[in-house]
């Protein structure tokens, strides 16, 4: 297996063990212990990111860099893993005095012992990267995660607490360090300097001021809403916006790498260029936008399969939150459209102002409720949607006809699917077991005769569209 292969294992993996441990500590603990968890996610993604400081990246981009360069990266990680875990273990009490939840001193004081774990094994998953070892990765990340899901869920059923969550992080980022250190059998030189901090910096600040962005406002919304809702509304919520990510990693994953480096082949060609977005955008949409639908159409029946009956909560937030980023991949063909034809300003500025809406949502969130504040962050996401649609049309001289036939036959017949399963669900009134097998034995039936009349050749031309290697 080459690299990509393995680096695509690597993701699946990792993906389908953390999605079934995920389900398997939900089904044991309660909403409560995930909003707790919810509230320090905030803090423990902009920590992370500080710690890694985006000198691993700046570092491979360094030809012929020695251990010199290693060790004094390594070093700097750890001096900032200590400096804001020193941080947090004083802010610890405060944070938990402005939440309201005593149990969150001791949570920040332990689970933060991952920083220096994680500051430990960032330099050797570097040295594997430049060798494109994605093998020995692959093995680091899934043994990982297994042994601490073990730990998790075996803590989970000794004690039915947070800390189950708390012990699952931790033991994560020690297995990770056990790992990468067996494997690299790196150890650091005794000669440090300054000078590759020094040369690194302005490359590995951008990356990081980048990486702080999106760990911030991915994490936004849990946090405000564990400030100013019970605990347990945080982990309904939380548990939503895990679930519906799960969704949107799985597709952006599969089209992110592939759609940009063929939108940069072709960036020069504005004919080809344009054929290859619309069948892109036409097909993607015809598999994506049908599965959301369906989505929140059963999501009721799937939370109580799957998480159990206490997560029923949970169901609203998650359609909701399906209907806000229902265009999340088109969104995705289009900002790697732009940044393929070198308009990255554009689509950092669109992105500034997606972000500072989603700072004016906290209020409606706050004024109104959770729901409201939903709907306000879904009337922004396709606000901005239609946005970068827009740009794309005024890119490659499309018309709106165009992309509205690339978008609205995917978004019908998701409709179409979803009015029938829910008719069948509300006329059997079965076990829901049974219920929810015969919805989706039918479901993919309609979808799949739908697909054939809309769109016959599909399967065919996705495999034209994937370029040859000559």
Request: charged fraction near 10%; hydrophobic fraction near 50%; aromatic fraction near 14%.
């Amino acid at each position: 297996m080459n690299a990509l292969a393995w680096s695509a294992a690597d993701r699946t993996v990792q993906q389908a063990l953390q999605l079934i441990i995920g389900i398997w500590l939900a089904r044991i603990l309660s909403p409560s212990d995930f909003g707790l968890m919810g509230i320090i996610m905030l803090f423990a993604g902009i920590s992370y990111v500080f710690v890694e400081g985006g000198f691993g990246q700046a570092v491979a981009r360094i030809k012929g860099a020695d251990n010199r360069y290693f060790t004094s990266i390594w070093i700097m990680n750890l001096a900032i893993a200590s400096l804001l875990y020193i941080i947090l273990y004083l802010s610890a009490p405060y944070i938990s005095i402005f939440f309201g939840q005593p149990q969150l001193k001791a949570i920040i004081r332990i689970l933060f012992l991952a920083l220096f774990f994680n500051a430990g094994y960032l330099i050797q998953h570097t040295q594997l990267g430049i060798q494109l070892d994605y093998r020995s990765i692959a093995f680091c990340n899934i043994t990982a995660t297994f042994i601490s899901g073990i730990c998790g869920i075996t803590i989970a059923y000794v004690y039915k607490n947070v800390w189950a969550l708390v012990a699952q992080q931790v033991t994560y980022h020690f297995f990770r360090l056990c790992c990468f250190s067996l494997v690299t059998k790196w150890l650091p030189s005794r000669h440090i300097s300054l000078q590759p901090i020094r040369q690194l910096g302005r490359f590995s600040i951008n990356l990081m001021g980048t990486s702080l962005l999106n760990a911030l406002f991915s994490n936004l919304f849990v946090t405000f809403i564990g400030k100013f809702y019970p605990i347990s509304y945080t982990g309904y919520y939380s548990q939503a916006q895990k679930q519906n990510d799960t969704i949107q990693f799985t597709f952006i994953s599969i089209l992110n790498g592939v759609s940009y480096n063929i939108f940069a082949l072709l960036h020069e060609n504005t004919t080809r260029l344009k054929n290859f977005y619309t069948q892109l955008l036409h097909k993607s949409a015809l598999l994506t936008l049908p599965v959301f639908c369906v989505l929140i159409t059963l999501s009721e029946p799937f939370f109580s399969v799957l998480l159990g009956e206490k997560w029923i909560s949970s169901v609203p937030y998650f359609q909701l939150l399906c209907g806000a980023q229902l265009l999340c991949v088109c969104d995705l063909l289009c900002i790697n459209l732009l940044n393929a034809r070198g308009k990255s300003r554009i689509t950092f500025r669109i992105e500034l102002i997606k972000k500072t809406g989603m700072l004016a949502t906290l209020f409606v969130f706050a004024s109104y409720g959770i729901y409201q504040g939903i709907i306000a962050y879904g009337i922004l996401n396709w606000g901005i949607g239609f946005t970068w649609l827009y740009l794309a049309k005024k890119e490659l001289s499309l018309s709106w006809n165009v992309l509205w036939k690339s978008v609205i036959p995917a978004l019908g017949i998701g409709i179409i699917v979803s009015c029938l399963i829910w008719n069948i669900g509300w006329i059997l009134n079965t076990h829901i077991y049974i219920e929810l097998l015969i919805q989706l034995s039918i479901g993919i039936a309609c979808y799949c005769l739908l697909l054939h009349k809309v769109y016959p050749g599909l399967i065919k031309d996705i495999k034209q569209l994937i370029p040859k290697d000559n």
